[in-house]
């Protein structure tokens, strides 16, 4: 089945670290890949996303994730945090629903990163 | 830039109780999504939709029905709700069926259950 581990449940840091956050999935193929940020009291909002070609993707707020598919991973990346960046972050693999029915969405557990000033 | 409203934005309920959690979309896409997630958990879905007056089973249905009356709106029905549903509900649209799109939440609606 299916799955999205994202093996750390909390993360803190300075501001101005550097920060990784963990992703790895299970799917037989390469899946479409994506990360998720959902700041306080609001809805989910894309981050970044993957398909093919150049295994690094950059993303808004100078995020970046790297896709591995040796490891099976699409580890979330920033070199330097800010305050604003704490939230809870999402990865997430795509498949295709049944009768063209839409994009279906796995998630992992998310991360809850926060960002000591 | 899409647009997702849910409303309530939070609602406490009663045990066997019934319970409209509604959605409204003015990005024109056709395909909309209802999503539970739990404390330090990530999003499931419960239910999808693809056209106008036609609902689709997610991966946890069994106690949620749901409802796309037009393309701009989806509710989510509990009809009799349960002390485990209490949850914070997602609403997501995206343009296209394909694997690769983007999908656009709303802000949540967080439901106690008592």
């Known amino acids: 089945a299916q799955s999205v581990t994202q093996p750390d449940a909390r993360v803190t840091v300075s501001e101005g670290a550097s920060l990784q956050l963990r992703c790895k999935y299970s799917?037989?193929?390469?899946?479409?890949l994506f990360w998720y940020v959902q700041y306080p009291r609001q809805g989910l909002q894309l981050l970044l996303k993957y398909y093919s070609g150049d295994p690094v993707v950059q993303g808004v707020n100078g995020f970046e994730a790297e896709f591995s598919k040796s490891n099976s991973s699409f580890h979330l990346r920033k070199a330097s945090v800010h305050w604003s960046d704490s939230a809870v972050y999402f990865c997430a693999v795509s498949i295709t629903m049944n009768n063209n029915a839409g994009a279906k969405l796995t998630f992992g557990g998310g991360t809850r990163l926060t960002v000591r000033p | 830039e899409a647009a997702v409203t849910q409303s309530p934005r939070s609602k406490v309920a009663v045990t066997g109780g019934k319970v409209t959690l509604s959605c409204h979309q003015t990005n024109n896409h056709d395909y909309m999504y209802w999503y539970r997630q739990d404390t330090g958990h990530g999003l499931r879905l419960i239910h999808y939709?693809?056209?106008?007056?036609?609902?689709e089973k997610g991966d946890i249905p069994d106690g949620y029905k749901a409802s796309r009356p037009s393309q701009e709106n989806f509710s989510l029905i509990l009809e009799l709700a349960s002390l485990s549903q209490t949850a914070v509900y997602f609403c997501a649209s995206s343009r296209d069926w394909a694997s690769a799109e983007t999908l656009y939440f709303g802000s949540g609606t967080r439901l106690t259950v008592l």
């Open positions: 799917y037989s193929a390469t899946p479409y």
């Open positions: 939709s693809y056209v106008a007056d036609s609902t």
